[in-house]
């Protein structure tokens, strides 16, 4: 089974690479979670390799591969997926990815061989009445059956209000799909596109707004506003009209903030040394939970070398 990357599969991970802060509310949405947003995002590798039946390895590319790690220093994996129409193949592929994240993440106590699996989801950017709520798995082993779901979120369903109420900011590049069965109409229609245009305007300054109060780092808001453009240049590319309005006022939008190179270049730095401060506290409060250098080094994926040179360091600076 070959996956296909499309630009909403790219759109998706660059925000999860560039804007990790947008997944916590919506992990929260999906597993009905309460995090703060002041946990520590850390992406794996989404590379996984499997053999198929020839015994021959074939590369897999998840969406999303994570681990929250809470200010108590709780470690828990998630893993997303962002699918653009539902094709019959979701469960497998599902069920494949999450097996090797949990092999990845396995370990030995007492003889015994323990996988925890991550809490998966899917996000799909299409649906209709007939799409489930959730993909269901049965694992049957020495006569026992183990029955699981897996939570579906539809995009679609979630209006501009529910999306800002909630903090969903990582849906609005794709908010353009619940219009997209109406681009042939909209793109001739005057009084359409002007509603259309209102409406992100609506979006840009509701951004804006969130920027002004804090809620939202300006280089977050800029990448929302550029990729809404790219995917809505991809979706309506046959409808010139529809695209024109979305991308005029978003694409102005981007260019009030300031570019993600220059951001990226002057911001480096000072989140560098962040990244390394939160690290540090993250390592030393595990510590003092009573988790073992080794356990740490897993959970954070560091190298045990790192651990114990950071413990050294903050051990022996409170003797």
Known sequence: METINTPYDDAFRTLLQDCPELVIPLINELFGTDYTGQ????????????????????????????????LKGISKYYHLECQSTPDGTMEIRMWEYDTQIA?????YREGMLYVDFPDSA???????????DELKICIRAARKELKYGIPILKVKNYTLNEIFEK??????????????????II????????????????VAARLDQECQSGHMKPITCGALCELSNNVVEKLASKYSNVEKEVTEVMGGKVLNYRSKEIYLEGCAFGRKEGQKESIVQLVTRKYQLGDSPEKIAKDLLMSEEE??????????SQQ
């Not at 092999?103 to 370990?107: F, S, T």
């Not at 903090?167 to 042939?184: G, N, S, T, V």
């Not at 793109?187 to 609506?202: I, K, V």
């Open 187 to 202: 793109n001739g229609d005057e009084e359409r596109l002007r509603s259309l245009r209102m409406e992100y305007e609506n």
């Open 122 to 132: 899917v996000i799909y950017l299409r649906s209709n009445p007939n799409t489930p």
């Open 39 to 70: 946990e520590a995002v850390l992406s794996s590798a989404n590379e996984i390799f499997i053999r198929n039946p020839n015994g021959k390895k074939e590369k897999r590319v998840t969406d999303s591969n994570m681990t929250l790690i809470s």
């Open 307 to 316: 651990v114990e040179e950071i413990l050294g360091k903050t051990t022996g």
């Open 103 to 107: 092999l990845l993440n396995a370990e």
């Open 167 to 184: 903090q969903l900011w990582m849906l609005i590049p794709f908010y353009i799909f619940r219009y997209e069965k109406e681009f042939r």
